[in-house]
């Protein structure tokens, strides 16, 4: 085990040597504020209006304000760099965070506070997606033997630290506030936002001479549009809407069950699952392409998602969540070295921050029809619903890999 986390680090400790390693815990740091926000605001809603209900809604405002502009600041990263307009936004947004907590705690209608929320969403800095655009760029500028290795082994680390930050995130939301208080998280966001994601703004891979040359050289809005990378996007909705509707039937099975505490552990077991298979995707042979893998890989999901409709326990589910995290992770990495690989000339940004949204899309639908069916129908019904995200996502690989056939030479890369 040792020796493969070893082979699989090697790949990035290369890159390292190219944009510093400080640089990749700043980009972790970086991503906490908005893992933290959304359940920060429930909880804080919750406490200061006395609401299940508001502050369902309010956080649920959050995510539907990341959708809305998500793929709009990586463009204006695209056209204008990355520098000002995470500057910009992390200014911007620090201050929404800090209002909301006073909008929340303060004598005005739930209207205006979901208005706040929606800004708080609409104005996240995209760390993610942007640091994925970078590490991309960076990859372009080394002279290594086989770059498409090095690009896979960074999209899974990339995937890897997304899932981290979202499994650990929530949970640092619930320390601070019962060490603190329920607004203390979100006060705490605003703080990490400032700090760390201006530190992301103002590292010197904000502004690399292949952005500069890419600038010029920058193919139209349109070329997002090509079939490969709409495939893609198809992908990360279908992984959003798995991610979802697993948490919010999950949390109907442990209500049901009578152990509500382990749904964080139980999630988590997915997480971590998914988190060691994504770094590992590097290790994988040339000839198992990556348009096979995308089949393969939510094929064990799917396995994993069938296995936890007939859980009957916290053990069982465990297991089915620790293979449906074995599918999950390697996928979502797959999926996104083909975005890269397909990204128009100077629009990565912009690509990756549109598969960013369709996760977010996917997984705040998913969360609210299988919360209402997990309501009406229980949690035997609702757990069906990862089962059929599940599928989309195989037959979004399907289509890819049929489509790969169909090009010249069968790439699975080409736009």
């Known amino acids: ?8 680090a090697r790949p990035i400790r290369e890159l390292a040597g190219t944009v510093g390693f400080w640089y990749f815990a700043i980009a972790l740091i970086a ?10 605001v429930l909880t804080m809603v919750v406490d200061a209006r006395g609401s299940l209900a508001v502050g369902g809604l309010t956080s649920a405002m959050v995510g539907l304000g990341t959708i809305a502009t998500g793929p709009l600041i990586g463009a204006a990263a695209d056209r204008y760099g990355q520098r000002p307009v995470l500057l910009i936004a992390a200014a911007v947004q620090s201050a929404v965070l800090l209002a909301l907590v006073a909008v929340a705690y303060g004598d005005t209608p739930d209207s205006v506070l979901l208005l706040v929320s929606v800004l708080a969403g609409a104005t996240a800095p995209q760390v993610s997606p942007l640091s994925r655009a970078r590490l991309v760029a960076a990859i372009d500028r080394m002279h290594v033997p086989d770059r498409g290795r090095l690009q896979e082994s960074t999209m899974g680390y ?7 930050v979202f499994v650990f995130g929530p949970v640092l939301v619930g320390v601070v506030a019962i060490a603190l208080d329920p607004a ?7 703080a990490l936002t400032i700090l760390f994601v201006a530190a992301f703004a103002l590292h010197p891979t904000a502004r690399t001479p292949v952005h500069a040359d890419a600038v010029r050289r920058r193919e139209p809005a349109r070329a997002v549009l090509r ?3 709409l495939l893609a996007a198809a992908g990360t909705f279908a992984t959003g809407l798995f991610f979802g509707a697993m948490l919010t039937s999950l949390t109907a099975f442990t209500a049901e069950g009578g152990f509500p505490e382990q749904t964080g552990i139980l999630y988590g077991v997915m997480g971590i699952g998914s988190a060691v298979l994504a770094l590992g995707v590097g290790l994988l042979p040339r000839r198992f392409p990556l348009a096979w893998r995308w089949v393969a890989f939510t094929a064990v999901l799917v396995v994993g998602a069938v296995w936890a409709t007939s859980a009957t326990g916290a053990m069982s589910m465990g297991f089915a969540l620790a293979l449906a995290g074995c599918g999950i992770g390697p996928t979502l990495a797959t999926v996104y070295a083909l975005a890269a690989a397909r990204s128009p000339r100077g629009r990565e940004s912009t690509v990756m921050t549109i598969l960013g949204s369709s996760v977010v899309v996917g997984q705040a639908l998913a969360a609210m029809l299988v919360g209402m069916l997990g ?14 995200a599940a599928v989309l996502l195989l037959g979004a690989g399907l289509a890819n890999l049929q489509r790969s056939r169909r090009l010249p030479g069968g790439t699975a890369v080409a736009p």
């Open 375 to 388: 309501e009406s129908a229980g949690a035997g019904t609702a757990l069906w619903a990862p089962v059929i």
């Open 184 to 190: 203390a998280p979100v006060v705490a966001a605003a």
């Open 31 to 40: 991503r906490l504020p908005y893992a933290m926000i959304v359940v920060g």
């Open 158 to 164: 990339e995937s890897a630290v997304d899932e981290i």
């Open 227 to 229: 079939p490969g990378i």
């Open 1 to 8: 085990m040792t020796a493969t986390t070893t082979t699989a």
